[in-house]
């Protein structure tokens, strides 16, 4: 069998487990595929906990969920040094970070300086304590969930940690027919109905297989294209006075980045072999959504990120 269906299996069986998400699955998917970082904002119970454990159970690797919380420190992520009066030393006490799948519970519950512990763990895969920097796991992802910003005790994530994740996934609720199918699924696992075995990926199989996303075709024309999807977030005023006036900041060069290991990755687990401009946009709405700064008065006119990126999208040319 093949790494790309093997994909595909472990995709319909998390589906079968997260009853009407199929977005939060593929998108899920895409971050493991392009060794990136995942935020999914949506209200609570959408099972957005439960996608990351659904994943974590079908992967070979350890799982570690951290709650955050307003008491919640930087040493409770990381780890800290303990000191032992018998040997008169420190030794150091692994936090949660040193696992393989971390998911970051109502990340913005906690405030900023506990939400930075995350950075250097995301950024550059190794934490520093204590003077002393240690390595991060290989096969290393972290799931972040936020609720709305709106909903009170929520901090606002600050831009530089924005930037690290590779998507920002918005999910809504469930239709009525999945929501009837969600009711059989919870009246059976409180039964203890049997689930289908699923084998689990070894770690070689993800990394082969990110291999393979990595090594799929990329025409110079869709090349140009994407960049120049980026560079219409940071020069606005090439595609419309109206679009100038709406972004305040645009994309990163991490962003560029960002939206070519998605759009790969999107086009791999549906089974082509090149990168089209549709797999460009088909990703471009999560890998941009929390890259752009919109102006205050496109914020007080009610515009709004997905708005902004449709214009992009209609405007900037397919080359």
């Keep these: 069998m093949t790494g790309k269906e093997e994909f595909i299996r472990l995709k319909d ?9 199929p977005h939060l699955v593929d998108r899920l998917l895409i971050c493991l595929l392009s060794d990136g970082h995942l935020l999914v904002e949506g209200a609570p119970g959408l099972a957005k906990t439960k996608a990351i454990n659904a994943l974590a159970q079908r992967l070979e690797g350890d799982f570690k969920r951290i709650q955050f919380t307003p008491d919640l420190l930087p040493g409770d992520i990381t780890g800290t040094e303990i000191y032992r009066p018998q040997q008169q030393s420190f030794d150091f006490q692994a936090g949660p970070i040193f696992h ?29 304590v204590g003077g002393v920097t240690r390595k991060l796991p290989e096969l290393f992802m972290v799931m972040a969930t936020q609720n709305p910003i709106e909903q009170e005790g929520t901090y606002p994530l600050p831009e530089a940690q924005l930037d690290r994740f590779l998507m ?30 699923f084998p689990r990926l070894t770690q070689a199989d993800i990394f082969s297989a990110r291999q393979q996303v990595l090594s799929l075709h990329m025409s110079d024309a869709v090349e140009q294209y994407l960049v120049q999807l980026v560079m219409a977030t940071r020069q606005p005023e ?17 962003g560029t980045i960002a939206l070519d290991r998605c759009a790969r990755a999107h086009a791999w687990l549906h089974g082509r072999d090149y990168v089209s401009p549709d ?23 009610g515009m709004t990120v997905n708005r902004v990126i449709n214009e992009l999208l209609q405007r900037v040319p397919v080359v």
Excluded: C
């Design 13 to 21: 069986a998390m589906q079968t487990q997260i009853i009407g998400q």
């Design 100 to 128: 393989n799948l971390i998911l970051a519970d109502e990340i913005n519950r906690a405030p900023a300086k506990v939400q930075s512990a995350l950075l250097e763990a995301m950024a550059e895969r190794q934490v520093t």
């Design 168 to 197: 920002h996934v918005v999910i809504g609720y469930p239709d009525a027919g999945a929501e009837q199918q969600i009711l059989r699924l919870a009246r059976g696992e409180a039964l203890q109905q049997p689930v289908a075995d």
């Design 238 to 254: 090439h595609y419309g006075k109206d679009l100038a006036g709406w972004i305040e900041y645009g994309a990163s060069p991490r």
């Design 279 to 301: 797999d460009v946009q088909a990703v471009a709405h999560d890998v941009l959504r929390h890259r752009l700064l919109l102006s205050f008065e496109a914020e007080a006119s």
